[in-house]
């Protein structure tokens, strides 16, 4: 039986003995006996209440109760604690069952893992997954064609074997980034009616050696199981790198992977029904045994958009734009040289960005040439307040001008600003590239030559305007840009008098003494001529820019009063201004 009492206790404890003598006496009206501690409370008739210090499972307080008719109260806690006891060991046992059915899923996570490392990530596309066609590629024509060939020896290949021809292996796009490989591919997926594997090269390397090789096994296997099919492998170069490129050999695994993948592309497995599309904008690194035919077959060449593409690709990307019925895209086209579709695309998402900026409900030139300064000039910064800080930047930019009008033509001229942009110390002077030397690649002397004189102008303008000894370090990037030039003209094209020969990275890696050593096999000698030439070629250079702006100085000065007013001039005011007083 247990009671709970809630009063309080006296201060001064009385003794064993005493407590006897009241006993006998009659004063205590109870006793409260707790058998698991020494000492019990006592409650005597006047209503006071002490704890009394006993013997362990003291039996004669019990007796002297008894003959006293003293109510004598036992307090059983075992019960309790037994409950608690037990109601702690069952909580053990829980916890303990919990954390063993966790170990075991945890463990059945990392078998199933594990038995499932060397499988790769590539999923089944169908034509329902995909919404891209052929039709809103534009700007690579000669590519889609090629592609779409492609595609009908797997829709009809009775068509060329009946005329003896086998279907390509393999196919290797090229191309510098963003200029739609990827989108190509989705067009694939979208317009061939076969099932459609897709997968990133990088996913085929691991830690561990043989699991690359694997999953080029397993891709092959989930393949031929869904033949006739495509298979789609982006940036291949990851794992298509030539072999033993690398210090001690290059790396195992990634070499494993590509001599499985060479393997399965033409090996003794029959993999007919099975073509290997493949991407890549590096392909001078890919090993010439992917490149054989056989394998890669075919390579096609993804280039940048000329004028009619740019166009066909502003097209696509303003279809879901409202744009104000004064936009021009032909014109914007003629304006976006050497633009990807990457960066096409990105150039209507920003002019629509900035429309809402602005709250307007139509996007019109202004927001495409807000759009257009963002992309190839990067954000506006702070406005420049110091009239001597604008004055020698627009001495610099209309320099630049002027040396691009005379050595290129007046409509080379984009636009001059002194309105700073982040990577610049001042302003910026848009040169247009020229649409031949884009699409071409060819370069010629006379061009880089030009190329540095207008880099250096803005140099020669402050020489003449402010003296030898007044000129800024505005000119910084510019100069640093025309010596990267100088210098590939030295030792990679040949364009100097030191001869026709390549001088870049002649240097060999030496390994001794536990150390990478680099040994240069080009002579001292020649060292000294190739730094003289560099010298020689900038100095002339900038002396040909100091003669044209000198000729100039009248244009030099009227353009730099209107910049400083209006901070830019747009390429219809410079060819007005300049027609009538530049002097070649």
Not at 59 to 74: F, H
Request: aromatic residues 6%; contains cysteine; hydrophobic residues 40%.
């Amino acid at each position: 039986m247990f009671f709970k009492t809630n009063f309080s206790y006296s201060n001064s404890n009385k003794s064993y003995s005493n407590l006897l003598l009241e006993l006998d006496s009659g004063n205590v009206q109870s006793i409260y006996f707790y058998p698991s501690k020494r000492e019990i409370d006592v409650l005597y008739k006047n209503g006071k209440k002490e704890k009394v210090p006993i013997l362990y499972n003291d039996q004669l307080i019990i007796e002297k109760a008894s003959q006293n008719n003293v109510e004598l109260t036992i307090n059983n806690s075992r019960k309790e604690s037994s409950a608690a006891n037990s109601f702690a060991s069952f909580g053990l046992f829980l916890i303990f069952v919990i954390a063993i059915v966790l170990i075991l899923r945890s463990t059945s996570k990392l078998a199933s893992r594990a038995l499932g490392f060397g499988k790769n990530k590539s999923k089944f596309i169908t034509i329902d997954d995909v919404d891209t066609r052929f039709d809103d590629v534009a700007g690579v024509p000669e590519a889609a064609e090629e592609l779409k060939e492609v595609i009908q020896f797997l829709k009809e290949p009775k068509k060329f074997t009946d005329l003896g021809a086998k279907a390509p292996k393999g196919v290797l796009l090229i191309g510098p980034p963003g200029t739609g490989k990827t989108l190509l591919a989705k067009a694939i997926a979208g317009e061939s009616g076969v099932p459609f594997l897709s997968i990133a090269a990088s996913e085929f390397v691991e830690l561990f050696v043989g699991v690359g090789a694997s999953r080029v096994r397993d891709l092959f296997v989930k393949a031929k199981e869904k033949s006739p099919c495509i298979i789609f492998i982006d940036e291949i170069d990851s794992i298509g790198r030539q072999r033993g490129s690398g210090i001690g050999g290059g790396n195992d695994e990634r070499e494993q992977t590509l001599n499985q993948l060479l393997t399965e592309l033409d090996g003794f497995t029959d993999n007919s029904g099975i073509i290997v599309i493949a991407a890549t904008n590096r392909p001078d690194i890919l090993d010439s045994a992917l490149l054989r035919p056989g394998r890669f077959d075919r390579k096609i060449e993804v280039t940048l958009p000329d004028l009619d593409g740019r166009k066909k690709i502003l097209s696509v990307h303003s279809l879901s734009k409202p744009l104000s019925q004064n936009v021009d895209l032909a014109y914007w086209a003629t304006r976006t040289v050497g633009f990807s579709g990457a960066d096409l695309a990105n150039l209507m998402n920003e002019s629509a960005i900035h429309c809402a900026r602005e709250e307007s409900k139509l996007i019109s030139d202004i927001h495409i040439e807000n759009a257009l300064d963002k992309v190839t000039l990067g954000l506006r910064t702070s406005i420049i307040s110091s009239p001597n800080m604008k004055k020698i930047i627009a001495y610099n930019e209309v320099g630049r001008a002027i040396v691009s009008a005379v050595r290129n033509g007046i409509n080379s001229v984009d636009k001059i600003t002194i309105l700073p942009r982040t990577g610049y110390l001042g302003g910026y002077t848009k040169i247009n590239p020229d649409e031949d030397i884009v699409s071409s690649g060819l370069i010629s002397k006379k061009i880089l030559l030009s190329k540095i004189e207008i880099a250096l102008a803005g140099r020669a303008a402050e020489t003449i305007v402010f003296g030898k000894n007044e000129v800024t370090q505005c000119s910084i990037n510019d100069i640093s840009y025309a010596t990267s030039i100088v210098r590939e003209m030295v030792t990679k094209y040949g364009f100097s008098i030191i001869g026709p020969i390549s001088l870049e990275n002649n240097s060999q890696i030496l390994i001794g003494d536990g150390l990478l050593r680099k040994e240069s096999i080009i002579a001292d000698n020649t060292y000294s001529k190739i730094d003289n030439e560099i010298i020689n070629i900038s100095k002339i250079a900038l002396n040909n820019a100091i003669d044209i702006i000198s000729k100039n100085r009248i244009l030099l000065e009227k353009l730099v009063e209107i910049l400083i007013i209006k901070e830019t001039i747009q390429n219809n005011i410079f060819e007005k201004i300049t027609s009538d007083l530049l002097k070649v």
